[in-house]
């Protein structure tokens, strides 16, 4: 909303300093301060309104250590999250961008659905929660949304230098270009790693070339969405995990809206996705703020509101970057915490239906659990699992000069 005013104060009024705002790297800046202000100052707030109005976690008896301690702690902490990204990106965003857009939608959307599980789990004392088919339609609603717009919208599209970007003399010279509609993404760790979707999906014919694009949107945003909910297990282990996550993509971010940067780095240039910069820095500030009170021990948890928002989020981001297919790698804890749920419950159907009884592969899945049963303290857990976190986001970087 500021940033259309400063725009006009700038162009039309001509007034000294207004310009500033133009800057991605003030208004990044900016919005990461104002998010980690809105999570910490009136985080306390939140927790105290949420505490009277007896939004407990209701926690299973799983034979963890430490577990029934938390039973009562303030959940739907992800309200506080989803304050701290949006205002900050409605203030200093451009909110006419396309990318902007689809994510707040995101944001809200699947906020949304986690609220209401986590209100009918709290007000309604139903343990189970949403159904899981409403879940998925919601995630496959967004990621419909998501697919079309990224695929069809004429904004969305790679920039091509018919020759390259240079700098002599102080003097930035000015290649021709075009702007190309095309469905492109990238392949890590591969040379001339680009993927045209539309080449690759042709042979099933130029119909059915979008159908599977959204059909894949709605696989990757379902899978990462459900990977962070499920890694939401221990104090800290999601919004720190995601922050890592957010900081990585907020690099690409600024490479592939930056024409010099990203022609040296050989990746896409995208226009107008340097705005994404601004959402990723909103983003890490509200991981960041939200754990000042959900470190351990927590004061509070994000619930399924925060949890399956994070993870959306993060996918949408990867998808409007075209870096869907880094996912594996950068949000390795999510999937590694996805297959480890999979392979338990696989494992254990297979084994009971071939020998009369289950059988289990980890103590307990998802696979902090595991480490939890073999009674290592979860703050160790936790921060061990940050670790490899920062490992594949320095990895997913290294894939930058791969081409």
Known sequence: ?????????????????????????????????????????????IINWIRKQQIGETVRDLGLA???????????????????????????????????????????????????????????????????????????????????TLYFHEGVVVREFTNPVSIEEGVVETPAYRDVKVAKTTIPFLKNNELNYENFLGFLGESMTPVLYILLVIFIVTAISNGANITDGIDGLAAGTSAIIGLTIAIFAYISGNAIFSQYLNVFFIPNSAELVIFCSAFVGACVGFLWYNAYPAQVFMGDTGSLMLGGVI????????KELLLPVLCGIFVIEN??????????????????????IFLMSPLHHHYQKKNIHEAKIVTRFWIVGILLAIITLATLKLR
């Open 1 to 45: 909303m500021l940033y259309p005013i400063f725009d006009y104060l700038d162009r039309v009024m001509d007034i000294p300093g207004t310009g500033v705002f133009k800057y991605i790297s003030f208004r990044a800046g900016m919005a990461a301060l104002l998010s980690l202000l809105i999570t910490i100052t009136f985080g306390q707030n």
């Open 315 to 322: 996918a949408v981001l990867s998808l409007a970057l075209r």
């Open 66 to 148: 430490g577990q029934v301690e938390k039973k009562g702690t303030p959940t739907m902490g992800g309200l506080m999250m989803i304050a701290g990204i949006i205002i900050p990106t409605l203030l200093f965003a451009n909110v006419n961008n396309v990318y902007i857009i689809l994510l707040l939608i995101t944001t809200v959307w699947l906020g949304g659905i986690g609220f209401l599980d986590d209100y009918i789990k709290v007000f309604r004392k139903n343990k189970e929660g949403l159904a899981g088919r409403f879940k998925i339609i919601g995630q496959i609603t967004v990621g419909i949304i998501v697919g079309a």
């Open 339 to 360: 297959l480890s749920v999979i392979m338990q419950v696989s494992y254990f159907k297979y084994t009971k239906r071939k020998y009369g009884e289950g059988r289990r």
